[in-house]
T-cell receptor, first 114, second 110 residues
Framework: EPEVTQTPSHQVTQMGQEVILRCVPI?????FYWYRQILGQKVEFLVS????????KSEIFDDQFSVERPDGSNFTLKIRSTKLEDSAMYFC????????????FGDGTRLSIL | QKEVEQDPGPLSVPEGAIVSLNCTYS??????FMWYRQYSRKGPELLMY????GNKEDGRFTAQVDKSSKYISLFIRDSQPSDSATYLC??????????FGGGTRLMVKP
């Protein structure tokens, strides 16, 4: 069964450094998403991406965050200057070819900021 | 009031039991309702996806939506130890953003 793949599984970074989290969505999907889950808290929406642009973003997704689809298969989340509070699990998800189709999640990247 | 509420559990049941998991929500604009299963150190895995009020069945799983009460349920029949996981409800209205409940941890004992 097709799946969403995320790398790395665990990223340790010094505060203030830039980090890029990578995702390979399901191959024929057109809608892409990032969510995060701080330890012990709910899964929270960050951003959705369609047709090479952001379609929706939450208040969490401020200027330090950016997303990109650099080629036909990868989808990345960049955090420019990491803070301690950015430590969380980051999940990538992809949807189908129309907006109403369900979202399928990868296994996440655990980001630890020191 | 939180948008989506879910009893965190843990809920412990014997193997073979019927499990009932529930979420309540406050925003009547929610139109699409999902249940995800999350094993430890894994991502959410989609179990059920429903749009309208009523029941939807898939194998041992039944999802129930009551929009008038703002209440959704997931029933698991003949529960197995492999069903032990955290179950997340999620919902959305127009647009893409999913709003999640906090998850219910289920333990099925052999």
């Amino acid at each position: 069964e097709p799946e969403v793949t995320q790398t790395p599984s665990h990223q340790v970074t010094q505060m203030g450094q830039e980090v890029i989290l990578r995702c390979v969505p399901i191959s024929n999907h057109l809608y892409f998403y990032w969510y995060r889950q701080i330890l012990g808290q709910k899964v929270e929406f960050l951003v959705s991406f369609y047709n090479n642009e952001i379609s929706e973003k939450s208040e969490i997704f401020d200027d330090q965050f950016s997303v990109e689809r650099p080629d036909g298969s990868n989808f990345t989340l960049k955090i420019r200057s990491t803070k301690l509070e950015d430590s969380a699990m980051y999940f990538c998800a992809s949807g189908g070819v129309i907006e109403d189709q369900p979202q399928h999640f990868g296994d996440g990247t655990r980001l630890s900021i020191l | 009031q939180k948008e989506v509420e879910q009893d965190p559990g843990p809920l412990s049941v014997p193997e073979g039991a019927i499990v009932s998991l529930n979420c309540t929500y406050s925003n009547s604009a929610f139109q699409y309702f999902m249940w995800y299963r999350q094993y430890s150190r894994k991502g959410p895995e989609l179990l059920m996806y429903t749009y309208s009020s009523g029941n939807k069945e898939d194998g041992r799983f039944t999802a129930q939506v009551d929009k008038s009460s703002k209440y959704i349920s997931l029933f698991i029949r003949d529960s197995q130890p492999s069903d032990s996981a955290t179950y997340l409800c999620a919902m959305r209205y127009a647009g893409n953003m999913l709003t999640f409940g906090g998850g219910t941890r289920l333990m099925v004992k052999p």
